[in-house]
C-alpha cells in the first residue's frame, strides 16, 4: 500500500485546508484510514479516522467540531477538512492506513498503522 498525502500550506488562524491522501494498492489492507500530526517538538498524536466497514469517523478532542475525515473508497482518497485553524494545529500530517478489520472502531495508536504517507506540513499563523 502507498500513501500520498497533500494539501498542506501556510494559513491564518482561523482559516481552513483540505489534505489529501491518495492511497494506491490492496484495499483490504487499509480498513482503517487515519490521519495523524507531530507538532513541532512534540510526540505524534492521532487526529482522525474513518472506518471503511459502516463509514464511522473518530476525532481526537482537540480537534472534534473543527476537522472533518471524509473518503472515497472507490477513488482512493481519504480527505482531512480543517476549519477554525488554530496555532497549535501547526504540525506535519499523516495519513496512514491499519489492515486490522476493526468492528465498531478504530485505532488511535500509531503502531496499529502499517502504512504511512509521506507528511504534509500545515502552518497556522496567529
Known amino acids: 500500500v502507498q500513501l500520498q498525502a497533500s494539501g498542506g500550506g501556510l494559513v491564518q488562524a482561523g482559516g481552513s485546508l483540505r489534505l489529501s491522501c491518495a492511497a494506491s494498492g490492496r484495499t483490504f489492507s487499509r480498513n482503517v484510514m487515519g490521519w495523524f500530526r507531530r507538532p513541532p517538538g512534540k510526540e505524534r498524536e492521532f487526529v482522525a479516522a474513518?472506518?471503511?466497514?459502516?463509514?464511522?469517523?473518530y476525532y481526537a478532542d482537540s480537534v472534534k467540531g473543527r476537522f472533518t475525515i471524509s473518503g472515497d473508497n472507490a477513488k482512493n482518497m481519504v480527505y482531512l477538512l480543517l476549519n477554525s485553524l488554530k496555532p497549535e494545529d501547526t504540525a506535519v500530517y499523516y495519513c496512514?492506513?491499519?489492515?486490522?478489520?476493526?468492528?465498531?472502531?478504530?485505532?488511535?495508536?500509531?503502531?496499529?498503522?502499517?502504512?504511512w504517507g509521506q507528511g504534509t506540513l500545515v502552518t497556522v499563523s496567529s
Open positions: 474513518i472506518n471503511w466497514s459502516g463509514g464511522a469517523t
Open positions: 496512514a492506513a491499519d489492515p486490522t478489520i476493526r468492528v465498531g472502531g478504530v485505532s488511535r495508536r500509531g503502531r496499529d498503522y502499517n502504512y
